[in-house]
């Protein structure tokens, strides 16, 4: 069971999710975006949180033209699974592998709180291990949080199940309340909050860990 | 050569920048100011005979985002 974090200049959350990751079960190796290409026999990717590239042009807009990025592209584009939190999640709408755009939160503001979150999809490998409409509790921490997509899209992703999680109490401006999203093959999370900011007692919450065990047992179950 | 790309939100896009910038106005006494958009510009120095295709290969590829934005070039 091997994961891969990308790090990227201005990432800050890659060592978390390596941490988080490696709790669950997983080997982790830490992959430099300049690389062509992802170590063998990788099961995961994920695309840690932070400032990559400064948020220069758009929030994740050159990492997602990095080098390595064409591998992770490959990746899920043959069925492999991706994690991204954050900044990983706007990378992963940059490149397409996800619908929508992260926009300026509604009040301009940077937000950092835990939020209350609703568990909307439960069939997926990341989220299996939530029961439907679960609430849970996990920190944002960000300024570009506001998704954003077509009315269309949105109901796609809604009928489909493809909404992962939604904000209780909508922080950010996002539409219809979304926090995160799958996938068509559900094999592909992109979220706004850090569960692995909740993933071990120290930290003052335990929330977000259910999504690393759920993901780790789907891989020792496959 | 030199163009000069505009990118805006496409319209029905919340724009919260444009709207915080048109409040600001608002209070100043531009009540004129009915409504306003934040963009950007990016001034490109290419080489002599770039196509206009190509330029519209880094907008779409790069410059701008389709799915939120619109973009426009204008060669200098």
């Not at chain 1, 926009?103 to 835990?114: D, E, F, G, S, V």
């Not at chain 1, 489909?160 to 539409?175: K, L």
């Amino acid at each position: 069971m091997k994961a891969a974090v990308i790090v990227f200049p201005g990432s800050n959350c890659d060592r978390d999710l390596a941490v988080a990751l490696r709790q669950a079960g997983f080997d982790v190796e830490m992959v430099w975006h300049k690389n062509r290409d992802l170590p063998g026999g990788i099961d995961l990717v994920g695309l840690p949180g932070g400032f990559s590239f400064g948020d220069y042009l758009r929030c994740g807009a050159i990492a997602a033209r990095s080098p390595i990025v064409d591998a992770v592209v490959a990746h899920g584009n043959r069925g492999g699974h991706v994690l991204g939190i954050c900044n990983g999640f706007q990378i992963l709408t940059e490149t397409g592998l996800l619908p929508g755009a992260l926009m300026r939160n509604r009040q301009l503001k940077y937000i950092c709180r835990t939020v209350p979150l609703v568990v909307r999809n439960t069939s997926s490998d990341f989220t299996s291990g939530f029961h439907d409409g679960q609430a849970i509790e996990i920190p944002i921490a960000h300024h570009d949080g506001n998704y954003f997509a077509e009315p269309e899209t949105l109901d796609r992703l809604h009928g489909e199940g493809r909404v992962a999680f939604t904000y209780a109490a909508n922080p950010n401006g996002s539409q219809t309340d979304i926090a995160g999203v799958l996938s068509a093959n559900g094999r592909i999370l992109g979220m706004m909050p850090h569960p692995e900011r909740a993933a071990d007692p120290a930290l003052g919450g335990m929330d977000g860990r259910a999504l690393f065990d759920t993901l780790a047992g789907s891989f020792a179950a496959a | 050569m030199k163009a000069r790309v505009h990118v805006m939100l496409k319209d029905g896009v919340l724009d919260p920048q444009g709207e915080a910038v048109r409040h600001a106005l608002g209070a100043l006494g531009f009540d004129e100011a009915e409504g306003v958009r934040q963009g950007k510009v990016l001034e490109l120095d290419l080489a002599d005979g770039t196509s206009e295709a190509r330029i519209a290969e880094m907008c779409e590829r790069l410059l701008s985002n389709t799915v939120i934005e619109t973009y426009r070039v204008e060669i200098l």
